[in-house]
């Protein structure tokens, strides 16, 4: 599987939109990128997934470039409950694991 | 996620003893999988089950077992508990191809400290 590089951190305002830049430059055809968020020590939450298209659900969006290189999560209106550590994972659709880097530590600001 | 659940929620034991950490699900997948969390870093993946039959080695098995007892429980053992075995773990589970995509469902964690 693809390997992905995230910042290591980020903050957002509340209220704002959250941009989180994710880079997968050996992604392959059959690979889907994913997104996880974990809060405090819980379990990974899902978000969103996708595979070329853009996507979103109720709680983001997904915004794959057209080569598929790099994408980027976006939560419309960032509240203070979505201050989180966010992964990114590229997996084929058979994959048998996901690699979790260390994910990018977002900190929405009052 | 309720589907998913992990007992116990927190154990400290003593270097050697045996631990055996349980996981069901209720969402009728097939596939399950045991990470561990160290602090500050992602999840490793130590072992995974594609179905009751079928029981594979991730990225750090060693120092410990699996059990597939049914499709919905999948059990970790450390079969002699060592102090840097100390961590998050996490149970997983995904349904099979032709289901979905490989979307994992998490359970809400095990805090294991080893003495």
């Known amino acids: 599987d693809a390997k992905t590089t995230q910042p290591t951190s980020m903050d957002c305002a509340e209220g704002r939109a959250a941009n989180l830049p994710c880079n997968h430059s050996?992604?392959?055809?059959?690979?889907?990128v994913y997104w996880y968020r974990q809060i405090h020590s819980q379990g990974p939450q899902y978000i969103i997934h996708?595979?070329?298209n853009n996507e979103t659900n109720e709680m983001a969006s997904l915004i794959i470039t057209e080569d598929r290189k790099s994408s980027t999560l976006i939560l419309p209106h960032a509240t203070l409950r979505d201050t989180a550590v966010y992964y990114c994972i590229v997996s084929s659709r058979y994959g048998q694991n996901f690699v979790f880097g260390p994910g990018t530590r977002l900190s929405v600001l009052p | 996620d309720a589907d998913v659940t992990q007992t116990p929620r927190n154990r400290i034991t003593k270097t050697g003893k045996r631990i055996m950490l349980e996981c069901s699900q209720t969402k009728g997948h097939d596939r399950m999988y045991w990470y561990r969390q160290d602090p500050g870093l992602g999840l490793r993946l130590i072992y995974y089950?594609?179905?009751?039959?079928?029981?594979n080695k991730g990225e750090i098995s060693d120092g410990y077992s699996v059990s597939r007892q049914a499709q919905a429980k999948f059990s970790l053992s450390l079969e002699s508990a060592i102090p840097n075995q100390t961590a998050l773990y996490f149970c997983?589970?995904?349904?099979?191809?032709?289901?979905?995509?490989?979307?994992?469902?998490f359970g809400p964690g095990t805090r294991l400290t080893v003495l």
């Open positions: 050996t992604i392959s055809g059959n690979e889907y």
């Open positions: 997983a589970t995904s349904d099979s191809p032709g289901q979905g995509t490989d979307t994992q469902y």
């Open positions: 089950s594609f179905d009751v039959k079928d029981i």
């Open positions: 996708g595979l070329k």
